[in-house]
Protein backbone atom coordinates (compact mmCIF):
# COMPACT_ATOMS: atom_id res chain seq x y z
CA UNK A 1 0.00 0.00 0.00
CA UNK A 2 1.13 3.05 -1.03
CA UNK A 3 1.03 6.09 1.17
CA UNK A 4 2.45 9.59 1.17
CA UNK A 5 2.04 11.80 4.65
CA UNK A 6 2.79 15.59 4.32
CA UNK A 7 4.29 17.84 7.67
CA UNK A 8 5.42 21.02 8.15
CA UNK A 9 2.43 23.48 7.30
CA UNK A 10 1.39 26.09 9.98
CA UNK A 11 1.08 29.66 9.72
CA UNK A 12 3.62 32.39 9.15
CA UNK A 13 4.22 35.62 7.92
CA UNK A 14 4.89 37.34 4.78
CA UNK A 15 8.78 36.90 4.23
CA UNK A 16 8.93 33.67 6.21
CA UNK A 17 10.23 30.41 5.39
CA UNK A 18 8.89 26.77 5.71
CA UNK A 19 9.68 23.26 4.60
CA UNK A 20 7.37 20.94 4.12
CA UNK A 21 8.27 17.37 4.16
CA UNK A 22 6.48 14.54 2.27
CA UNK A 23 7.29 11.06 3.71
CA UNK A 24 6.21 8.09 1.24
CA UNK A 25 5.95 4.40 1.97
CA UNK A 26 5.41 1.83 -0.36
CA UNK A 27 7.11 2.77 -3.53
CA UNK A 28 11.16 3.90 -3.67
CA UNK A 29 11.24 7.91 -4.18
CA UNK A 30 14.29 6.64 -6.70
CA UNK A 31 13.07 6.47 -10.54
CA UNK A 32 9.44 7.99 -9.81
CA UNK A 33 8.11 11.54 -10.35
CA UNK A 34 7.44 13.40 -6.96
CA UNK A 35 5.44 16.47 -7.03
CA UNK A 36 3.73 19.51 -4.51
CA UNK A 37 0.20 21.02 -5.77
CA UNK A 38 -1.38 23.53 -3.72
CA UNK A 39 -5.41 24.30 -3.65
CA UNK A 40 -6.64 27.64 -2.40
CA UNK A 41 -10.04 28.30 -1.34
CA UNK A 42 -12.24 28.78 -4.27
CA UNK A 43 -9.38 28.12 -6.76
CA UNK A 44 -8.25 24.95 -8.89
CA UNK A 45 -5.62 22.89 -8.14
CA UNK A 46 -2.27 24.09 -9.23
CA UNK A 47 1.40 22.39 -9.51
CA UNK A 48 3.78 23.94 -7.61
CA UNK A 49 7.11 21.76 -7.97
CA UNK A 50 7.65 18.37 -9.71
CA UNK A 51 11.20 16.61 -9.12
CA UNK A 52 11.95 13.37 -11.10
CA UNK A 53 14.16 11.77 -8.95
CA UNK A 54 17.02 9.52 -10.38
CA UNK A 55 19.44 7.69 -8.68
CA UNK A 56 22.05 9.95 -7.16
CA UNK A 57 20.15 12.90 -8.75
CA UNK A 58 16.62 14.85 -9.50
CA UNK A 59 15.57 17.04 -12.10
CA UNK A 60 13.25 19.62 -10.39
CA UNK A 61 10.40 21.65 -12.39
CA UNK A 62 8.44 24.51 -11.26
CA UNK A 63 5.86 27.22 -11.13
CA UNK A 64 6.97 30.57 -12.53
CA UNK A 65 4.81 32.00 -9.15
CA UNK A 66 7.32 29.95 -6.92
CA UNK A 67 10.35 29.81 -9.41
CA UNK A 68 13.54 31.43 -7.22
CA UNK A 69 11.97 31.05 -3.73
CA UNK A 70 11.01 27.34 -3.59
CA UNK A 71 12.85 24.50 -3.70
CA UNK A 72 11.92 20.77 -4.05
CA UNK A 73 14.66 18.19 -2.78
CA UNK A 74 15.10 14.45 -2.22
CA UNK A 75 16.49 12.59 1.10
CA UNK A 76 16.35 8.89 -0.73
CA UNK A 77 17.70 7.51 2.19
CA UNK A 78 14.67 8.67 4.43
CA UNK A 79 12.49 8.61 1.22
CA UNK A 80 11.33 11.68 1.67
CA UNK A 81 10.77 14.59 -0.56
CA UNK A 82 10.39 18.32 1.01
CA UNK A 83 9.78 21.74 -0.12
CA UNK A 84 11.63 24.28 1.35
CA UNK A 85 9.41 28.08 0.53
CA UNK A 86 11.36 31.10 0.99
CA UNK A 87 10.03 34.66 1.04
CA UNK A 88 6.60 33.20 1.24
CA UNK A 89 3.63 35.80 0.62
CA UNK A 90 -0.10 35.57 1.12
CA UNK A 91 -0.96 34.33 -2.67
CA UNK A 92 0.72 31.42 -1.24
CA UNK A 93 -2.11 30.57 1.39
CA UNK A 94 -2.95 26.82 0.08
CA UNK A 95 -3.30 23.70 1.45
CA UNK A 96 -0.31 21.73 -0.06
CA UNK A 97 -0.44 18.10 -1.28
CA UNK A 98 2.40 15.54 -1.92
CA UNK A 99 1.57 13.27 -5.16
CA UNK A 100 3.67 10.51 -7.20
CA UNK A 101 3.86 9.24 -10.06
CA UNK A 102 6.03 7.54 -12.81
CA UNK A 103 8.93 9.27 -13.53
CA UNK A 104 8.15 9.50 -17.34
CA UNK A 105 5.49 10.95 -16.32
CA UNK A 106 3.99 14.91 -17.42
CA UNK A 107 5.44 17.23 -15.21
CA UNK A 108 2.01 18.33 -13.50
CA UNK A 109 0.04 15.99 -15.69
CA UNK A 110 -2.01 12.77 -13.72
CA UNK A 111 -0.41 11.92 -10.58
CA UNK A 112 -1.54 8.18 -9.22
CA UNK A 113 -0.76 8.84 -5.13
CA UNK A 114 -1.63 11.60 -3.31
CA UNK A 115 -1.48 12.43 0.51
CA UNK A 116 -3.63 13.87 2.74
CA UNK A 117 -2.90 17.66 2.65
CA UNK A 118 -1.18 19.78 5.08
CA UNK A 119 -2.04 23.87 5.16
CA UNK A 120 0.14 27.01 5.03
CA UNK A 121 -1.20 30.36 5.70
CA UNK A 122 0.75 33.34 5.63
CA UNK A 123 -0.46 36.50 6.70
CA UNK A 124 0.63 39.86 5.98
Known amino acids: QVQLVESGGGSVQAGDSLTLSCAISGITIVNNRIAWFRQAPGKEREGVASLAVHAGYGVPDYADSVKDRFIISPASAKNTVYLQMNNLNPEDTAMYYC???????????????WGQGTQVTVSL
Open 99 to 113: AATLIRGSVFGEYKY
